[in-house]
């Protein structure tokens, strides 16, 4: 028989755990608006948001990859993309990310992950001319300036994947609608002229 002390006993502990779940819920919020307020003015609106699985397999699908080539997350969040392209092509991936929250997080799950590097570094101040593939998740505001970077970065050959928003002065190759009703966003395909030498 379970005597009245052990049943409050077991109360106390359930509405003690119960506070610690709802602190920590609370505490990670507030970490997430801190860090994608401090970083603001240089991401632009692109805040920390992630690409569903099933919009990263259908860019995985639509965009074969060569084991060893670079691919390169502009702004990459947890770095979900660039380990699922590790793990279905063998690419190297480098990922930008500033905000602390999701750098941190992406640095904890790439720690099993050889060949991905992830850099808590503005990307726009960064040489993408190495990247043979580039993927991003990005803003409206920023997309014309993007478009200026990668046509003066990026080589012959190389491709852009950009998803929700278009690439101002390039055609796509692909338009992918991935997902149900409810998430058919666009994600856009790009691959810049081959050189002709
Ligand atoms: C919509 S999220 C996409 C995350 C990830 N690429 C994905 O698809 O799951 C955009 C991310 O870009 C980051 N970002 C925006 N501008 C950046 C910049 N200039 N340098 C580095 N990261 C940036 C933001 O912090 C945000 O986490």
């Not at 990263?56 to 990859?65: E, G, Q, R, S």
């Not at 991935?178 to 856009?188: A, T």
């Amino acid at each position: 028989m379970v005597s009245l002390e052990e049943r409050l006993d077991a109360v106390s502990t359930f509405i003690l755990a119960f506070i610690v779940l709802i602190g920590t819920l609370f505490g990670l919020k507030i970490a997430y608006v801190v860090s994608t307020a401090l970083v603001l003015p240089t991401t632009q609106g692109a805040l920390y948001v992630s690409t569903s699985r099933v919009r990263v397999l259908a860019f995985l699908d639509a965009v074969p990859m060569q084991e060893g080539q670079l691919l390169v997350d502009l702004g990459c969040g947890d770095g979900r993309v660039l380990r699922a392209a590790r793990k279905r092509y063998g690419v190297r991936g480098l990922g930008y990310e500033l905000n602390l929250l999701a750098y941190l997080k992406a640095q904890l799950l790439c720690l099993g992950s050889k060949g991905i590097e992830i850099r808590r570094r503005n990307f726009w101040t960064a040489d993408l001319s190495e990247a043979d593939t580039i993927f991003c998740y990005l803003f409206p505001d920023v997309m014309k300036k993007l478009s200026a970077k990668l046509k003066f970065d990026l080589k012959p050959g190389a491709v852009v994947v950009s998803c929700n928003f278009v690439l101002p002065g390039f055609n796509p190759d692909l338009v992918l609608r991935p997902g149900n009703s409810l998430d058919r966003d666009p994600i856009y395909v790009y691959q810049l002229e081959k050189s002709q030498t």
